[in-house]
């Protein structure tokens, strides 16, 4: 046994110091950056979207965002290439941190099992709470469960309900992926990031981006005071028109939910006149609204 001073310091022979231990592990988790897995000093990188926001010093973006452009063009293609046979879906969003077994987390299962069931896929966020929850659903329905990722600097990492999963580095591609190979969306209770994407859906609604999109807000007792400040906030002020809050129908049921979807995805029309999924030619709703709730299932927003 040695009695080198230096190396019980943590030092070799040479009074150098000796290299990290390879079998302990990672100090900080592991890092996913893009498709990449990142371990111990290897996890030890800024985040994409920080770096390509919060540039510092006169005319460095003129040396790095010409690769960023490359970069952000491979996450379109991989997307692109991944979901372009995925058929017809639904995104579902929810919060992460919906807790496994409880009510919102049960809702969400069963979403995605009743979707799946209805022959649809099922998109979400890949990570935990009621994201996983969807996923697992879609699994339990025999039906394709797809993830699509985000590079965020608390990880979360892939929910094992996940058959096919795609990283992304940067917020905007992934949101394109929601919606492009989505014909609805089932919004679960959520913060800002469920927020987020659901206004971010009701905006490209209602500037006819996307037409008979159907978004449906499942649980009443949480989505009524949002909708209550709309109404009687946005729209008594004129930020917003009356006829804009069809774009969202709120319910307590899981299998009008997907009923509502369904039904808006045989009405949303490709560029080329087609209902996704059958080739058969729709003239369908091309006000870029759901047309409100003609059936009485669901409160008109």
Same mark, same amino acid.
């Given at each position: 046994?040695?009695?080198?001073?230096?190396?019980?310091?943590?030092?070799?022979?040479?009074?150098?110091?000796?290299?990290?231990?390879?079998?302990?592990? #990672? !100090?900080?988790?592991?890092?996913?950056?893009?498709?990449?897995? @990142?371990?111990?000093?290897?996890?030890?990188?800024?985040?994409?979207?920080?770096?390509?926001?919060?540039?510092?010093?006169?005319?460095?973006?003129?040396?790095?965002?010409?690769?960023?452009?490359?970069?952000?063009?491979?996450?379109?293609?991989?997307?692109?290439?991944?979901?372009?046979?995925?058929?017809?879906?639904?995104?579902?969003?929810?919060?992460?941190?919906?807790?496994?077994?409880?009510?919102?987390?049960? @809702?969400?299962?069963?979403?995605?099992?009743?979707?799946?069931?209805?022959?649809?896929?099922?998109?979400?966020?890949?990570?935990?709470?009621?994201?996983?929850?969807?996923?697992?659903?879609?699994?339990?329905?025999?039906?394709?469960? !797809?993830?699509?990722?985000?590079? @965020?600097?608390?990880?979360?990492?892939?929910?094992?309900?996940?058959?096919?999963?795609?990283?992304?580095?940067?917020?905007?591609?992934?949101?394109? %992926?929601? !919606?492009?190979?989505?014909?609805?969306?089932?919004?679960?209770? *959520?913060?800002?990031?469920?927020?987020? =994407?659901?206004? =971010?859906?009701?905006? @490209?609604?209602?500037?006819?981006?996307?037409?008979?999109? #159907?978004?449906?807000?499942? *649980?009443?007792?949480?989505?009524?005071? %949002?909708?209550?400040?709309?109404?009687?906030?946005?729209?008594?002020?004129?930020? %917003?028109?009356?006829?804009?809050?069809?774009?969202?129908?709120?319910?307590?049921?899981?299998?009008?939910?997907? =009923?509502?979807?369904?039904?808006?995805?045989?009405?949303?029309?490709?560029?080329?006149?087609?209902?996704?999924g059958n080739g058969i030619h729709n003239s369908g709703n091309s006000n870029g609204t759901n047309g409100g709730n003609?059936?009485g299932r669901g409160t008109r927003a």
């Amino acid at each position: 046994m040695s009695t080198d001073p230096q190396r019980s310091q943590g030092q070799d022979h040479d009074g150098k110091p000796a290299p990290e231990k390879r079998d302990t592990p #990672p !100090v900080n988790g592991i890092r996913h950056k893009g498709p990449l897995e @990142l371990r111990r000093k290897q996890a030890r990188v800024t985040m994409s979207d920080q770096t390509l926001l919060d540039t510092k010093g006169p005319g460095q973006f003129v040396h790095t965002d010409p690769w960023r452009v490359l970069r952000i063009q491979s996450e379109f293609v991989e997307g692109f290439g991944a979901l372009a046979d995925l058929g017809t879906a639904v995104s579902v969003f929810g919060s992460a941190r919906t807790v496994p077994g409880s009510p919102n987390y049960e @809702l969400a299962v069963e979403v995605g099992r009743k979707l799946a069931e209805a022959g649809l896929a099922v998109i979400t966020g890949g990570g935990p709470g009621s994201m996983e929850a969807a996923n697992k659903g879609a699994v339990q329905g025999n039906g394709v469960s !797809v993830g699509l990722g985000i590079e @965020l600097p608390f990880e979360q990492g892939m929910n094992q309900w996940v058959d096919l999963g795609i990283n992304f580095r940067y917020f905007f591609a992934r949101k394109t %992926m929601f !919606v492009k190979y989505a014909q609805g969306f089932i919004v679960l209770p *959520g913060g800002l990031g469920t927020l987020d =994407e659901l206004f =971010e859906a009701m905006v @490209l609604v209602q500037t006819r981006k996307v037409t008979s999109f #159907p978004i449906v807000l499942l *649980g009443t007792a949480f989505w009524s005071p %949002m909708v209550e400040w709309i109404k009687n906030t946005l729209v008594a002020e004129g930020m %917003m028109s009356e006829e804009d809050l069809d774009l969202i129908q709120v319910v307590d049921d899981p299998a009008t939910a997907v =009923e509502l979807v369904v039904e808006g995805a045989a009405r949303h029309r490709n560029p080329n006149g087609t209902v996704p999924g059958n080739g058969i030619h729709n003239s369908g709703n091309s006000n870029g609204t759901n047309g409100g709730n003609s059936s009485g299932r669901g409160t008109r927003a």
